[in-house]
């Protein structure tokens, strides 16, 4: 009898409901659009970089069945044990995850025939590394699909956090604003410079984004999203006398948004890009 006939499961495990949230908030919308650009092919080796929690590596695992192996890697080894704890839980044979970092990646020569990055690259140390170790790692023709958040990633938020830092005299923390959005998003011709000088060739960029959607400014302040992967990031660019005063301001310029448009929206643009090994 085939496996999944024998399949039964209690849905009062404690293991079970632990693994069960599998499409995070923030990686769904760009993993989405990831899965829709893969080749589905047999017997491939596939490698998701900055795997996270384990979306889409669980998901492409499943989707391309016995016959492939999928492998993960990311810095965050809290993650990599969840991600294998998942994998246990689901039974799943044909992937595994471990600790690592994309600018030394821990495999031969030529053995993947699809890389995938899931708004993993944006985050990786030296991009221009990174694209040459997802090189070196790939086969002849392997495909390269990957997805970034744009420079204008919450434009709504930082149109007024710069304003206000300008109506304050903060030309400093303006300079810092920008620097920091440019380590995590870098112009899109950029990207594209660096992808080909790493020996891919584009196939194809796909446009698209998505709205988070706030009904005022402490909501969003205090989202889980915007409170663990954001909040400590904008509170770094202020000195700590002037965190306070800032935020004040912050919330009483976007919450006058709020009253006049019933809530607050940050737009998230991204692109999906799709290369293929020279």
Request: glycine share 6%; with cysteine; aromatic share 10%.
């Amino acid at each position: 009898m085939k496996d999944y006939l024998n399949h039964t499961f209690n849905s009062d495990d404690p293991e079970l409901i632990s693994v069960i949230d599998e499409l995070p908030l923030w990686s769904a919308p760009f993993g989405l659009k990831l899965l829709d650009t893969i080749e589905f092919k047999p017997n491939i080796k596939v490698l998701d970089i900055g795997c996270g929690l384990g979306f889409p590596l669980i998901e492409i695992s499943q989707r391309l069945g016995k016959s492939c192996k999928i492998f993960g890697i990311d810095p965050w080894k809290t993650a990599m044990d969840r991600i294998n704890l998942k994998i246990k839980t689901y039974n799943i044979k044909n992937a595994s995850a471990i600790e690592g970092v994309a600018e030394n990646l821990p495999f031969e020569n030529k053995f993947f025939d699809l890389i995938v990055s899931n708004n993993g690259l944006n985050n990786v140390e030296d991009l221009q590394k990174s694209l040459s170790e997802c090189y070196r790692v790939s086969k002849k023709g392997a495909q390269l699909t990957f997805t970034l958040n744009l420079e204008d990633t919450m434009n709504e938020f930082y149109n007024v956090f710069k304003e206000i830092l300008l109506n304050n005299k903060l030309q400093d923390e303006i300079t810092k604003v920008k620097g920091q959005i440019y380590s995590k998003r870098k112009p899109l011709e950029e990207i594209k410079t660096l992808v080909n000088n790493s020996g891919f060739s584009i196939k194809s960029i796909i446009k698209d984004n998505f709205i988070l959607r706030f009904l005022d400014a402490p909501t969003m302040f205090n989202h889980y999203l915007i409170k663990y992967w954001f909040l400590d990031g904008w509170k770094s660019i202020l000195k700590p006398e002037d965190l306070e005063n800032i935020f004040n301001q912050l919330e009483q310029k976007l919450n006058a948004t709020a009253k006049e448009k019933g809530e607050i929206g940050l737009t998230i643009p991204f692109v999906t890009i799709d290369c293929r090994r020279k």
